[in-house]
Each structure stands twice: as structure tokens, then as C-alpha cells.
């Protein structure tokens, strides 16, 4: 049986936002956490990443509390507002992780998600969801253990949808575990396991 690379015990958080949430999840999976608005996916998914900490309970990646896995080898976040420098390019975002840690970046990730046609644009002077792309790209361009990604086909017309679906099961054939919150049935049908959320809770 594979050993649990993130495991979410007993975790509560923040009077009712999670309830008793215990999960086990294996390394190169999909795993598709789905949900109504409001149902706690946000939440776990920056419990997970490591930028916060929950108010009961633990989250250990790879066995370690997950707000100390700090390299974005090891845990990488796409989060809802992206938080793209406006000034670079959109390679130059891409690639900031891996300049940052001196490490070499994956490669094919701009023909990958269609952004090699703006490589050089300002991130500023592309749509939303070029935004969307390249910060995927971002999350992903250290092939990262663990990959938590929130909404990643926001903002996506259908065949950009499917470059970002392409996208996810490359990265987990390559050995991440991508942890992924959605509404999209899309995604959740090539998902490897689907988490449902109830009211911050796991039925």
C-alpha cells in the first residue's frame, strides 16, 4: 500500500470553516476537492500549501507540518488571486521559482499551456486567463511533490480547458500530487480520487 504523502488529521478550523477533517493522500494522484461555495475547499487548500495553520489538528507533508515545507519544490500554491509580478513577463513569472532557488525548471510548460506566443508580454497586458495559465505554469515549473491548485480552469474558454486538463495529468505522470479545488466537472472526471465537502466537512 503507498504511504500517505499528505495527511490532514482531525483538523478544525476557524469556528466551523472545516469540521473533524481527516484525509490521507497518495503521491501522484490527481485529487479533485469538490464542493459548494463556502464548503471549506479554499480553506483546505491553504492548510495544505502551508499559509495557514489550522486551529485543531495537523497537516503534515511528507510527514512534516506543512506551514515548514517553505520550498516550492516541495509544495507549490496556485491560489485564486494569483499574485503575478505585473511588471515581468509572463516566462519571466513562469520562471521565478526556479531563478529564485537556482533550480532548473521544467521544461515545455509555455508550449504546454499555450503562453509561448506572449512569452515576453508584461503580465500586466494579458487577459485573465492567460493570467490564470501562466500562474499555473508557475505552480508547476519545479515539477513540485505536491501541487495545490485553486480553480485552475477559471477563466478558461474550452479549449484552453483542455490544455489545462493536459497540463495536470502531465504533472502528476511526472510524479506530483496535484491537489486541485474545482466546481468543474471537467476536471473532476479525470480526477484519480474526488474529496466532496460538506460544510467544511468531509461525509
Known sequence: MTRALVEVRSVSHAKGVLEDVTLALPPATLTVLAGRSGSG????????????????????VSGTPA??????????????????EPELSVAENVLLPAGLRGRVAASGLLDQLGLAGIADRPARDTSLGEQQRT???????LTPTVAVLDEPTAHQDDEHVQLVLDALRAAVDAGTLAVVATHDQRVIDIADSVVRLNSGRVP
Open 67 to 84: 506551514h515548514r515545507a517553505a520550498d516550492w519544490a516541495t509544495v507549490s500554491l496556485l491560489p485564486q488571486r494569483l499574485a503575478l
Open 41 to 60: 475547499k479554499s480553506t483546505l487548500c491553504h492548510l495544505i500549501a502551508g499559509v495557514m495553520r489550522p486551529s485543531s489538528g495537523d497537516v503534515l
Open 135 to 141: 500562474a499555473l505554469a508557475r505552480a508547476l515549473v
